[in-house]
């Protein structure tokens, strides 16, 4: 199974987002959306988890929520937009990986057998990061990150 990464789109989908996220089985937005429109293309393409961003306020917003849950076979993907919200322990949880966004660094790393993984910004530049997604690919309980940067 490939689950597609994105976050902090603020409202801006690039052509070269939706070129990487194709294929996958699921899609993750990890909040900071910026526009409802973003998350219904995304669903052309997949089914799509989304949260809720600092900056997602619109009413279109209200209903996402704080977090969420993925389930993909035996794996339980944990969903935020800000990483040091996590207020429980992932492993006793039984999480396989936490997707966060906000900080727009893209970051793939494993503690305690739990992948942290943010996919970075695929919305405007920010400073001189880089503009990304990223994919996990699952198969049973192994889970491989995968950051793919983008040709901005």
């Known amino acids: ?6 976050s902090d789109t603020h409202g ?17 937005h990890a909040g900071d959306v910026g526009d409802p429109a973003i998350v219904e293309a995304l669903r052309d393409l997949a089914p799509v988890t989304v949260v ?21 076979g035996v ?11 996590l207020n429980f322990d ?7 990986a936490i997707v966060s966004g906000h900080s727009h660094k893209p970051v793939a790393a494993q503690r305690d057998g739990v992948w942290y993984v943010n996919p970075g910004s695929a919305g405007p530049r920010r400073f001189r990061l880089p503009i990304s997604v ?19």
């Open 1 to 6: 199974m490939r689950v597609g990464l994105i």
């Open 12 to 28: 801006l989908l690039r052509p070269q987002a939706l070129d990487a996220l194709r294929g996958s089985d699921f899609i993750v």
């Open 52 to 72: 809720r961003g600092n900056n997602d306020r619109g009413a279109w917003a209200c209903d996402w929520p704080e977090t969420a849950v993925l389930s993909v």
């Open 75 to 85: 794996v339980r993907v944990h969903v935020l937009h800000d990483a040091k919200a």
């Open 90 to 96: 992932p492993v006793a949880a039984r999480i396989g």
């Open 134 to 152: 990223a994919r996990l690919d699952i198969r049973g309980a192994r889970i491989q990150p995968h950051i793919l940067e983008l040709s901005a």
